[in-house]
């Protein structure tokens, strides 16, 4: 089974890349992809860049040239308060929290695609993990703002974590019918008072081990 992994950052992407064997890489479409192996798994990685346009590109990319099995996004997310700073989030669901086509259609829904983008792995995979299951939402803004949280709760009541690229890869991979898997490692708590300290000091203070998850998951799948 071949596996992709992408980020967004430069500092996520560092977290991963040490655990790659064999590494190569190569460059197409503008983006360098690192391939491998992670175990015995054939794993192929590539930092998107930030936001759904970057994200939509590179899933895409990395789709068509190296045609993965299964696609996993990871990196950090925003809490919304259902979840903790350092909290692994495993998306069930993941959906946009800024997309709207128009009367007559629904928040949230991109025009032919479902509403939720469900991801249908057993949780045999996930079995000892300490993981929080749940519904990620993805914009392209940095929420940092009560309101803005609030407006994401009114459309999503039980998300847990939002981002700026997971349903953007989630759409490409529904549209070319690969498997997709979320795991996002919580960050800070959009709308408090010290939410972008609190990102700022997650990069000093967040142990390596909150990545190890991925390990896992990769040798279980």
């Given at each position: 089974?071949?596996?992709?992994?992408?980020?967004?950052?430069?500092?996520?992407?560092?977290?991963?890349?040490?655990?790659?064997?064999?590494?190569?890489?190569?460059?197409?479409?503008?983006?360098?992809?690192?391939?491998?192996?992670?175990?015995?798994?054939?794993?192929?990685?590539?930092?998107c860049g930030i936001g759904k346009v970057n994200a939509a590109v590179n899933a895409l990319t990395l789709i068509e040239q190296f045609r993965p099995s299964v696609v996993i996004n990871t990196g950090v997310a925003g809490g919304t308060g259902a979840a903790r700073v350092g909290d692994v989030v495993v998306a069930d669901r993941i959906a946009y929290h800024d997309v709207w086509c128009g009367p007559d259609t629904i928040h949230g829904q991109a025009a032919g695609c479902p509403r939720l983008f469900i991801s249908t792995f057993s949780d045999n995979i996930f079995e000892g993990l300490h993981i929080r299951r749940g519904l990620v939402a993805s914009g392209d803004i940095f929420v940092s703002k009560p309101s803005e949280v609030r407006h994401i709760l009114d459309l999503y009541p039980d998300a847990v974590a939002v981002d700026m690229e997971s349903a953007a890869i989630a759409h490409v991979c529904h549209l070319k019918q690969v498997s997709f898997l979320c795991v996002r490692v919580v960050s800070d708590t959009p709308g408090g008072e010290d939410n972008i300290l609190q990102y700022e000091n997650f990069w000093q203070d967040a142990p390596q081990h909150t990545f190890e998850v991925i390990d896992a998951v990769v040798a279980r799948l």
């Open positions: 089974m071949k596996i992709a992994i992408i980020v967004a950052m430069d500092k996520e992407l560092a977290l991963i890349l040490p655990r790659l064997t064999e590494a190569r890489t190569v460059k197409v479409n503008g983006f360098t992809f690192h391939s491998g192996k992670m175990g015995s798994r054939e794993v192929i990685v590539g930092k």
